[in-house]
Every structure is written in structure tokens, then in C-alpha cells.
């Protein structure tokens, strides 16, 4: 399972390693929110520890940008602070943390986050289903939306989808996404970005960002399927 720690306090970072190393969890440390905030939009997680206080983006912007994301909306999120007061709390509640723990971090704290978190984690690892998934796809790009393809989808997560025929998509290219849901009467619009080719003629788009209620639309199919 996949841990992001990001703490711009290099020695709390190696010791979190450390013994997180030991635990359940693929440690990835980062010692720098703007090194951290690409991966959190664009690679899933299963739990993640911020420190609150950093250079910009701290970790109440990091979770901030989490919960935003397709990929990480649900991942348990832990915050490390050294104020830890009600305000501090409050905020990061806000944001959308899980738990907290204030500083010094100790090996029991860090096994008590772990824990928790590891309780957490099956509701986020459902972000990595695959369902199959038929319908058409409207596909807009370009800053005015003037270049567009009609593609048919082929499987659906919960952060992406996997599309033919690609088209005149490119590696790297954002677009919107127009398509229905069998839970939805309207469409949905999403935005995402084209992540890889398959052969023979298929194209995976990574969800990037939506509305809440068409970003639940996607999660009530999910929910419903996956409980038959």
C-alpha cells in the first residue's frame, strides 16, 4: 500500500521513513509541498501524512488539493502540526484530514496513525476498480473547446476511463469529458487528461476535475455495482 509523507523537516521525514518502512505501507517521502502536489493529482494513494506548517503549499493546501482530485479524494489524509489546538484542528478538519497528530512525532504516534489509517484504506482502494463501461463519449480540447472527438468508453473507474478510438488525442492533453451515467438524467461534464495508449486502439483518460454533484454521480454507479 502507498504512503505519502511530505514534511520539509528532513530529519522528521527520514525517522517517519523509517519506521513506516516496517509497517504495511511503500513509503514515498517528499520533502517539498511543490514536489508533492503533482502526485497528488496525478497518482493514487493509499494514505497520506502533511505537515501543516511548510512553505506554500502546506498541508492544509496539499489536503485541500486531494480533496479536489479524482485520484485522491478519499484517501486518509494525516496532518502533523506543532499547534496542536482546537483552531489548528478546525482548519484541518476543514480541509478534509482524517486524524492529526502533534509534534514530537514518536514511534507511538506514528504506529497510531498507521492504524487508523489502515482501517481507512478499503474505501479508498476503490478507486482503482475497473468496471466495464459502454457509451458514447464527447471529447473537447483546445483552450476553446473548437477541436472534438466521439469516442466509446470501455471500462470506468472511479479516476479515469479508457476510451477508443483516441483519435487526434495526444499523451498529455486535457480535455472535457460530455457522457451519461445510468444514475444521471443530464450529462456529465468532466475534465481529464490523456495518460496512455493501448493497443490496438484505445486511449486511458485520468479524470482531472468536476462538479461535486457529477463527480457523485460517478461514485453512486460505483457504490451500486459494486454491491450486487
Known amino acids: 500500500m502507498r504512503l505519502l509523507i511530505v514534511d520539509d523537516e528532513k ?12 509497517s504495511d505501507f511503500e513509503v514515498m517521502p517528499v520533502a517539498d509541498g511543490m514536489q508533492a502536489a503533482p502526485q497528488i493529482t496525478t497518482r493514487p494513494f493509499d494514505a497520506m501524512i502533511f505537515d501543516i506548517h511548510m512553505p506554500s503549499p502546506d498541508g492544509l493546501e496539499l489536503t485541500r488539493l486531494a480533496r479536489r482530485s479524482f485520484m485522491n479524494r478519499r484517501t486518509p489524509i494525516a496532518l502533523i502540526t506543532g499547534y ?9 478538519t476543514d480541509a478534509g484530514a482524517t486524524c492529526f497528530a502533534g509534534k514530537p512525532v514518536t514511534p ?40 472534438s472527438l466521439l469516442a ?26 460530455e457522457f451519461r451515467m445510468p444514475t444521471q438524467g443530464r450529462p456529465l461534464l468532466i475534465r481529464a487528461k490523456a495518460v496512455r495508449l493501448e493497443e490496438p486502439d484505445r486511449i ?20 451500486q455495482q459494486t454491491q450486487k
Open 152 to 177: 466509446e468508453s470501455l471500462d470506468l473507474g472511479q479516476g479515469g476511463m479508457l476510451m477508443k478510438p483516441p483519435g487526434g488525442l495526444t499523451l498529455g492533453q486535457e480535455m472535457e469529458l
Open 204 to 223: 486511458a483518460v485520468q479524470f482531472l476535475d468536476s462538479t461535486d454533484q457529477d463527480y457523485k454521480a460517478v461514485q453512486t454507479y460505483f457504490t
Open 84 to 92: 496542536d489546538d482546537l483552531e489548528t484542528r478546525r482548519k484541518g
Open 11 to 22: 530529519d522528521i521525514l527520514k525517522a517517519m521513513e523509517r519506521f513506516l518502512d516496517h
Open 108 to 147: 507511538e504516534k506514528l504506529r497510531s496513525i498507521a492504524q487508523l489509517m489502515l482501517g481507512s484504506v478499503s474505501s479508498s482502494r476503490r478507486t482503482r476498480v475497473r468496471l466495464p463501461f459502454r457509451t458514447q463519449v464527447n471529447c473537447r480540447w483546445n483552450c476553446s473547446g473548437d477541436q
